[in-house]
């Protein structure tokens, strides 16, 4: 076999393979087309006719095809460009197709979002005539008869003229007449190109505003007369303050005055009974003795009260001066709780005093005293024969503890607030227990403040309370202290 | 010689191909590089059958065959290609 015959047997063989492929792809894909695959399979058919006739010629067998292999070549590229132009077409026009459906989705979508807008959008000209409303714009646009034009147009002009000259116009507030009524609006205008690139249109956006400038109003003429009222305020609290600390000192003065001309006359009191009962004027009897005992107790307990009332006075007035020194605190302690032993054995109370720790801060030696005076005055007064009232030193490290715990009665939480405040005892009814007028723990308070310590209560009805004073040993725990709580 | 068929196949490539070339860029047509070739060597084949009326006869003739046995080769992957890119594509078999 020749180079040429098998050639035209090979060619003969794809065509006739390739015919076959083609015929048999699904016509209904969308990458194929029925009118698509019948054009390549004409072609391709005519390659088969002209490689058919070649073989044939060849071969020997009959060349009665050969007249019409010219008109099957002359055919073929013709028919390959017209196959080519035609899906060119059909895939240009699904392009097309495709591209408008893409539009019209996208104007749908953009007129739901306009339409839905909060303002009233308008494409309009200079002369107020109008090109497109939103829902909320359609109510300002009217037709008389010459094409829909704005009823706003008199307010609205100047920004929609600006914006067609080419200068958008941004939130401009504008003083409108609509039916009548005077209406606030806020405008926004911007101009629309077209395509000789000069606009004779303008976007404008508006809303009616009315209510909230009235509001806006409102609210400034409030506020005008809420600052007004808050300086009226302010001067009658300045002028109420400014009596009510007149009154305090007034009440401080008179408090301090009554309780020094009271101290006088009960020394004497207090003198003459002693010097009556020691039977120096003359004998007594024991009825006489136990009568003149009742004076003589009565007056201290008074003399007690009145030094009380005078140590209050003088902390609150600020008179009490702070003297710092360097002092063994233990020392200290036990030197103020010792004596007060002969009162707590009067009443069958255990006094005892933990305080063996050598501990050197500096304090108001004074104050500091008193502080653990009345303290432990107030846990023997409040507890029964029997009980304890323990004083213990617990040295820390940026602060040392002074407990003062007893087994009393104990106060209940509802009550542990009010029991610094002056004149305040828990259980008023029980005078002959506590003898007093409430003014201890209210010193012990103010002094605390005064040093920059801490008083703290721990306290269970019928189980006894435990007061602790914070005392700061470091600067830095005492600066974190500042003018002292009580909690 | 020639005959006039031939003269006119050949000047139809000419004038064709050129536009043809530019459409063929923007068509998507699986499998179009087999069938640009398949095209290709048909034109060459049309060249070679002007030729041969002129020089090397019996030669040019053989390399005309030679070339329509390539086109239809080229043809027939086109083919394949096409089969199978439609099947797929209307969710038959691939």
């Known amino acids: ?487 | 010689m020639y005959q006039e068929s031939e003269i006119v196949d050949l000047l139809m490539v000419l004038f064709l191909t050129p536009i043809m070339v530019a459409t063929y860029r923007v068509v998507t047509v699986r499998g179009k590089r087999w069938f640009a070739l398949s095209y290709l060597m048909i034109a060459v084949g049309y060249v070679f059958t002007v030729l041969e009326g002129y020089v090397a006869p019996e030669a040019l003739n053989t390399l005309e065959h030679v070339t329509h046995a390539l086109a239809g080769a080229f043809c027939l992957a086109g083919a394949a290609s096409i089969f199978r890119y439609a099947r797929s594509d209307a969710g038959g078999a691939t």
């Open chain 1, 1 to 487: 076999m020749s180079v040429v015959s098998f050639s035209d047997s090979i060619a003969l063989l794809c065509y006739a393979l390739a015919l076959v492929l083609v015929l048999a792809a699904p016509g209904r894909a969308r990458s194929m087309g029925v009118s698509f695959k019948f054009s390549i399979a004409v072609a391709i058919a005519l390659l088969v006719f002209v490689s058919l006739s070649n073989v044939l010629e060849h071969a020997g067998i009959t060349d009665a095809l050969d007249a019409y292999e010219d008109y099957a070549e002359v055919l073929f590229v013709p028919l390959v460009a017209y196959i080519l132009f035609s899906r060119s077409t059909t895939e240009q026009l699904a392009a097309a197709e495709a591209a408008e459906e893409h539009v019209r989705r996208e104007h749908a979508l953009l007129m739901s979002v306009v339409d839905t807008a909060p303002s009233c959008i308008m494409v309009a000209d200079a002369e107020g005539g109008v090109w497109f409303a939103n829902d909320g714009a359609r109510r300002y646009v009217e037709d008389p008869g010459d094409g829909p034009r704005m009823v706003l147009q008199p307010g609205l002009a100047p920004v929609i003229v600006r914006a067609v000259e080419g200068a958008p116009v941004r939130a401009s507030r504008r003083w409108v007449k609509v039916d009548g009524d005077e209406r606030w609006f806020t405008v926004s205008a911007s101009p629309l190109p077209e395509t000789s690139g000069r606009a004779h249109h303008a976007v404008v956006a508006f809303q009616d505003i009315t209510e909230r400038v009235a509001a806006e109003a409102e609210l400034v003429e409030y506020r005008e007369t809420l600052e007004e009222l808050v300086d009226r305020r302010t001067s009658e609290l300045l002028e109420l303050n400014s009596q009510l600390t007149d009154a305090s000192e007034t009440s401080q003065r008179l408090l301090a005055n009554v309780s020094h001309e009271l101290r006088t006359p009960l020394n004497s009191i207090i003198g003459f009974t002693d010097l009556v009962l020691g039977e120096k004027p003359g004998p007594l009897n024991d009825e006489q003795k136990r009568q003149l005992g009742f004076v003589g107790a009565s007056g201290k307990q008074l003399l007690a009260i009145v030094e009380s009332m005078l140590e209050l006075s003088r902390v609150e007035a600020g008179r009490g001066a702070v003297s710092l020194s360097a002092v063994d605190l233990g020392a200290e302690v036990r030197d103020v709780v010792n004596p007060l032993g002969i009162i707590a054995d009067d009443r069958g109370i255990a006094l005892t005093c933990s305080c063996g720790a050598e501990l050197h801060v500096h304090a108001d030696v004074d104050k500091l005293g008193q502080i653990v005076r009345n303290l432990v005055t107030n846990a023997v007064k409040f507890t029964d024969p029997g009980g304890t009232v323990d004083v213990r030193l617990v040295p820390g490290e940026d602060e040392a503890l002074i407990e003062v715990a007893d087994t009393g009665i104990g106060i209940a939480q509802e009550d542990q607030s009010r029991i610094f405040d002056a004149f305040e005892q828990v259980d008023r009814t029980d005078r002959v227990r506590a003898p007093g007028a409430g003014l201890g723990l209210s010193i012990c308070r103010d002094l605390c403040g005064l040093l920059g310590y801490r008083l703290s209560l721990v306290s269970e009805p019928g189980v006894g309370s435990t007061f602790t004073v914070h005392i700061p040993t470091t600067s830095e725990a005492a600066a974190a202290s500042g003018t002292g709580d009580v909690e």
